[in-house]
């Protein structure tokens, strides 16, 4: 039986979730032993730019007409388009300017030409082309895509934590950032599956993960209102990594 053919694509971002898979290490080449991976440019200068995909992993938000062609071209020539990382799941960090006068910005970046770039505000891959599997994660955890993998080659759906950051971080018994330190913890309405990285670290988390499938966010409101902090606080936190909305 012929492996499934794959193709690993970038759009506007840092290239952070393509390294993931690349600092796969030990497992790449079994990885590499099932698949046929036939278009990666960060890998490859050798690639199929036409041919047909099985599964398409896609990094990166869409910001300019030319990413929204090669995304459009990418989900054509794809049986399933799985988006990776926060930036193609939720806008992500090139999302931070939404509602903000575009026009100003690219003239005060670039200079009066600005407005010839081709430049548009970020769109998550969902809001372009119909979106099959997305995996969050600024960058993805390398066990996330490892196991995405694995599920697809077997024709199921891999299930990712529903649940927030808060639970993993209670689970690895640490102290609380926000009830016992009144930090600005975004814990309690981000997805889980980082193993409370930063709190571990007594870091406050900053939601880079998106928000959790069953974010309660009056609730955190709550909280946050009596430690002190407003919603145009919790707002500015989440603007850098989750859509606009989260927190209004
Ligand atoms: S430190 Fe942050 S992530 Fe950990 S339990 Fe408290 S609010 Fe949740
Ligand atoms: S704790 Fe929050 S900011 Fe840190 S890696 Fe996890 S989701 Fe991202």
Redesign the pocket.
């Known amino acids: 039986m012929s492996k499934p053919t794959v193709g690993i694509f970038g759009l506007t971002g840092c290239a952070g979730d393509q390294l993931v898979i690349l600092n796969c290490e030990d497992r790449l080449l079994d990885i590499v032993a099932l698949i046929d991976i036939r278009d990666f440019l960060m890998a490859s200068s050798e690639n199929d730019d036409a041919c047909p995909l099985d599964i398409a992993l896609v990094e990166g938000a869409v910001l300019s007409r030319r990413d929204a062609d090669k995304l459009r071209a990418i989900r054509q020539r794809s049986k399933i388009l799985v988006a990776l990382g926060t930036c193609a799941v939720w806008g992500g960090v090139a999302a931070m300017d939404r509602g903000t006068d575009r026009a100003r910005l690219l003239e005060e970046v670039y200079g009066e030409r600005g407005l010839e770039y081709d430049s548009s505000p970020a769109q998550a891959l969902h809001e372009l082309v119909k979106v099959d599997l997305n995996i969050t994660g600024c960058p993805v955890e390398k066990e996330h895509f490892i196991a995405a993998v694995a599920a697809l080659l077997n024709g199921d759906t891999p299930l990712y934590p529903e649940y927030?950051?808060?639970?993993?971080?209670?689970m690895r018994e640490?102290?609380?950032?926000?009830?016992?330190?009144g930090?600005l913890?975004?814990?309690?309405i981000?997805a889980g599956g980082c193993e409370?990285r930063?709190?571990e670290l007594r870091v406050?988390?900053a939601g880079c993960r998106g928000p959790a499938g069953d974010a309660n966010v009056p609730s955190l409101m709550a909280m946050l209102e009596q430690k002190g902090f407003d919603r145009q606080q919790l707002a500015a936190r989440l603007r850098t990594f989750a859509p606009d909305g989260v927190a209004q």
């Open positions: 927030p950051v808060c639970t993993e971080c209670r640490n102290n609380c950032l926000l009830i016992e330190r930090e913890c975004c814990g309690p981000t409370a930063c709190p406050p988390c």
